[in-house]
């Protein structure tokens, strides 16, 4: 083992990213030197943030290939979630009260959609298979004539599963709906096309891909079809309208630098090293542990996600033994509500071994030998914690846990 | 989750862990909680004629805190009476471990891990 390794080692990049330092470096000078307001069209600070905020935007619509024209900053992906689904629906809405979405989908999406509930539109949540994938079949015969909308992230946040984006983007233009995408996840790893993707509305974070949290986009496809949302925040008119509120500069310009760095690894193929890593964890953990279950899609994920089920370990004890390793868990116990992920109980995993899921995200400033300490520290606690755990021992004994009668608390 | 000193010292080094034969008539075994809540704890108590407890083992599954109860229940109880082993209470526990109260389940969990464990030496008396 390494003894320069920086610890604890942030493999959490699914949660977020640091900044990379270039996109600091770039964001610095619009806090002081250039601090004017890009609404001010009178006088040179306006007009030097105005053009930074104009710089920022063509290199976010070039990271999904779309035009600057068709990209609205927002605060994060949770608002460009928001104004999506509700400005969409609500625009719509003589038109059509009912949205499609999907269960695994972020609580961004499922709680816009539980609020539109509460407004008299009608929601479609499409279940996943045992892998995490809708069915485009389901999809087809859910869509109605009243249907306006349909949302489908890229990449799930916690499993990583890519649903297949481009043929849902085909089926929605063939039925003349909108198909929204929350891209999140999936920016900083995998080439993304609107136009050939068939996408109308795009969410963009731009601290998922090594830019600085507080700001993100949505993309509103201009061309045809034309998409119109009614905005959720009123006020000045900003963002021709969809978004008022004074924009962020020197968070727009961290967005935009990481969205140009983000598209020059994926043309370089940093994202075949982050997959190298993600794979040779693994690997690594496969080689020297029984009873390993892999939560999603294997071929269709993210290259940088490993979510695991280490059986008979429960998840927040895990992490308290592996603390040297930032990372998440599906567990219960991990979370406020007391309730193992839905996500992965979407997917019919069971509630057992949803308490023993750990979700490792690896990123642009991982390395090997980070990599090799982790599957050597996991494995020891693994172990450490199977040789405490009453389950393991049961199993080991050959007794099928589920011939018991447990006592539910 | 923020927990005390107290909690982070029993997980990193639990007390006691490991199994008694359950087969054996002194030794009583309480297996409570499921595996679809989250934890499962295993304890077993080792009694001997007098009514003492000699020994005490336990396995868990179950987050840090869930492990800390336990391995404090078996430093607790051993060498206790059963009468008096029936008195510790969640309450002592979750005190002692200085318990967030989103894990006060825990240590209730390790309370009824004792009742088990000695309504189960009790069962294998009258039984035999």
Redesign the interface.
């Known amino acids: 083992m390494s003894t320069e390794l920086k610890l604890p080692l942030y493999f959490d990049n699914n949660a977020t990213t640091p900044c990379d330092p270039r996109v600091v470096e770039a964001m610095v000078p619009y806090l002081f030197q250039h601090f004017g307001n890009p609404a001010s069209r009178a006088h040179a600070y306006g007009w030097a943030a105005r053009e930074a905020v104009e710089v920022a935007r063509e290199q976010v619509a070039s990271l999904i290939g779309a035009s600057p024209k068709e990209i609205v900053f927002t605060s994060g992906a949770t608002e460009s979630d928001n104004l999506a689904i509700k400005g969409a629906a609500r625009y719509s809405a003589r038109k059509g009260k009912h949205l499609i979405t999907v269960a695994t989908e972020h609580k961004a999406i499922l709680d816009s959609c539980h609020a539109l509930e509460r407004e008299g539109f009608e929601i479609t949540y499409l279940e996943v298979d045992a892998e995490g994938l809708i069915s485009l079949d389901a999809l087809r015969k859910a869509i109605r004539d009243d249907t306006t909308l349909v949302s489908v992230m890229y990449a799930n946040n916690e499993i990583g599963v890519l649903q297949p984006v481009a043929e849902i983007g085909a089926i929605c233009r063939e039925k003349g709906v909108l198909f929204h995408c929350d891209a999140v996840q999936a920016l900083a790893y995998l080439p993304i096309d609107v136009k050939a993707m068939n996408i109308d509305l795009l969410s963009i974070s731009a601290h998922k891909m090594y830019g600085p949290k507080g700001v993100g986009a949505l993309f509103v496809r201009r061309g045809r079809p034309r998409v119109r949302v009614q905005p959720i925040i009123d006020g000045g008119g900003h963002e021709r309208g969809m978004r008022s509120g004074t924009l962020a500069t020197h968070q727009i310009v961290g967005l935009g630098k990481a969205a140009e760095l983000a598209q020059k690894a994926i043309q370089e193929g940093e994202i075949e090293r982050v997959r190298a890593l993600r794979d040779r964890l693994w690997h690594g953990l496969r080689a020297n542990l029984d009873e390993l279950y892999l939560n999603g899609s294997w071929e269709h994920r993210l290259p940088n996600n490993l979510n695991v089920s280490f059986a008979?370990?429960?998840g927040?004890?895990m992490m308290?033994?592996i603390k040297q390793i930032a990372c998440s868990s599906g567990?219960?116990?991990?979370s406020?509500s007391?309730e193992?992920s839905y996500v992965l109980r979407a997917m019919g995993v069971d509630?057992?071994l949803a308490?023993t899921s750990i979700r490792f995200g690896l990123g642009r400033f991982n390395t090997e030998a980070e990599v090799d300490y982790a599957i050597d520290l996991i494995t020891d606690k693994v172990r450490f914690l199977r040789?405490?755990?009453?389950?393991?021992?049961m199993v080991k004994e050959g007794i099928d846990?589920k011939s018991?009668q447990?006592?539910?608390? | 989750m923020a927990y005390s000193q107290k909690v982070i010292d029993h997980y990193e080094n639990p007390q006691n862990v490991g199994s008694m034969d359950k087969a054996d008539p002194q030794v009583g075994t309480g297996l409570v909680g499921a595996p679809a809540c989250g934890d499962v704890m295993k304890l077993q108590l080792k009694i001997n004629d007098d009514g003492i407890i000699e020994d005490a083992k336990f396995k868990t599954f179950g987050c840090g805190s869930a492990i800390a109860s336990s391995s404090l229940v078996t430093t607790m109880v051993k060498g206790k009476s059963v009468m008096d082993a029936e008195q510790v209470s969640n309450a002592d526990i979750a005190r002692e471990l200085a318990l967030p109260p989103v894990k006060i389940h825990c240590s209730v969990l390790a309370e009824d891990a004792i009742k088990a464990a000695i309504a189960d030496y009790r069962k294998k008396r009258t039984d035999s």
């Open positions: 008979y370990v429960e927040e004890a308290m033994g567990s219960a116990c991990t406020a007391l193992p509630v057992e308490h040789e405490m755990s009453p389950l393991y021992e846990l018991i447990w006592t539910a608390h």
